[in-house]
């Protein structure tokens, strides 16, 4: 239930940002979520919501998930960096 609430939240922001807004909603929604999801779903993630935004934005297919994925992959990388710099200062 919890996984299609977001997935679907997921492509109305896909939707919206391709025809109507030029604000990241997705970018912020796929960061959001590689917090709380395992890596391998959220990278999958990024890479599709990419896809579809670039066919919708009429742009170079695969420049906008290829953003997102190194993204997504810098933040994989610091996130066990976070977490423990968090429990530190607590």
Known sequence: MKTALII??????????GAVLFLPI???????LSFFWQNQKALVLAF??????DILQ???VGQTS????????TLLLYKKKIRW????NQ
């Not at 679907?8 to 940002?17: K, N, P």
């Not at 710099?85 to 530190?88: G, H």
């Open 8 to 17: 679907g939240a997921l492509i109305i922001a896909v939707f919206v940002e």
């Open 26 to 32: 997705t970018l912020l929604l796929l960061i959001m």
């Open 48 to 53: 599709t919501s990419g896809i579809i935004l």
């Open 58 to 60: 009429v742009r170079t």
């Open 66 to 73: 290829t953003i997102f994925l190194l993204i997504l992959l």
């Open 85 to 88: 710099s968090y429990k530190i």
